[in-house]
């Protein structure tokens, strides 16, 4: 049988434009020339329908320098950005969440705020779609961008949550690596010792549909040929859809290493709360952005009455 791959960020775009959901968008602070450029590019497109918080006169300048036509737009009232574009979603006038020009803990307080109902019983996560296009591979990381060190059950929610996303994207029994330095497991070496824990709750149909090994290092679960050198063998070792890491520090260091010096495409969501967030850095050009919108309306489309 055939194997389902993620697909990449063309054929996401394509089948976004063909469906023009005209989704609502709420947009945690909006005076960035490349946010406002995006949304301006996905409401011509019928991807969605922006609307933005934030300091109404700093958007406004800031649209009139980028050239961007602001009559489209709708403007979220309140004081605070985070909250608005929140409440935004929580009152029904958008679908979906996307982070702008704001701190990262301030977009997850307002999410977590109960208040606003759109926090969940899990750990939300960064999970970014890498596609290496020189290679033709494409593949899910997380946590990327919000749990500094999880605990086991923090671990276990990051893995469901990205099962998740796999599952959106089309891949029914996606191949998730827990990965490590090593591949054995050692004492001296913590996450190892949770990684066989974590395997023997996805082999027993806790953490969702999934092939899910580990420990594995990166080169294991990437490149086949690393498997026939090491002696290592499995569904997952070489074909990866998925690698999930112990903690923030090797995952950002390895999402950022590969974003500045091989030849991708990308794009990032949080998964875990009560809708899709359009989530990347406030670095990100307009490009990465749309790939990020059509990631997290995709998942949408696919989950439309939860995350």
Not at 120 to 126: D, E, N, V, W, Y
Not at 176 to 185: H, R, S
Not at 216 to 234: H, P, R
Not at 255 to 272: D, E, S, W
Request: hydrophobic share 45%.
């Amino acid at each position: 049988m055939n194997r389902i791959e993620l697909p990449g960020f063309d054929t996401l775009r394509t089948s976004v434009s063909k469906a023009k959901p005209q989704i609502g968008v709420a947009v945690a602070g909006g005076a960035d020339s490349t946010v406002l450029t995006a949304l301006a590019l996905a409401r011509e497109q019928g991807w969605i329908r922006p609307l933005v918080s934030g300091d109404r006169t700093a958007i406004a300048e800031t649209a009139r320098r980028a050239e961007v036509d602001l009559s489209g737009f709708e403007f979220l009232e309140g004081e605070n950005a985070a909250e608005a574009a929140v409440n935004g979603v929580a009152t029904g006038r958008a679908q979906l969440l996307m982070k702008g020009q704001i701190d990262t803990p301030a977009l997850v307080r307002a999410l977590l705020d109960p208040r606003f109902g759109l926090r969940r019983a899990g750990t939300i996560c960064q999970v970014v779609l890498m596609e290496i296009v020189d290679q033709r591979r494409r593949f899910l990381l997380s946590d990327t961008g919000v749990t500094i060190q999880p605990t086991l059950e923090q671990k276990a929610n990051i893995i469901a949550n990205t099962i998740h996303v796999a599952r959106g994207l089309g891949v029914t029994d996606p191949r998730v690596a827990l990965v490590a330095a090593t591949e054995k497991m050692n004492p001296n070496m913590p996450e190892t010792v949770e990684i066989v824990e974590l395997c023997r709750r996805a082999s027993a149909g806790e953490l969702g549909q999934a092939q899910v090994r580990g420990p594995l290092s990166f080169d294991l679960a990437y490149a086949s040929d690393a498997g026939e050198k090491k002696g290592v063998a499995g569904e997952v070792v070489g074909a990866a859809d998925a690698m999930v890491f112990p903690n923030l520090l090797s995952a950002n260091l390895t999402v950022k290493g590969i974003m500045y010096t091989a030849q991708c495409r990308f794009g990032g969501i949080l998964a875990g709360a009560g809708c899709p967030v359009v989530f990347m850095s406030r670095a990100d050009t307009v490009e990465t952005r749309l790939n990020s919108l059509a990631l997290a309306l995709t998942v949408q489309a696919a989950n439309p009455t939860a995350n």
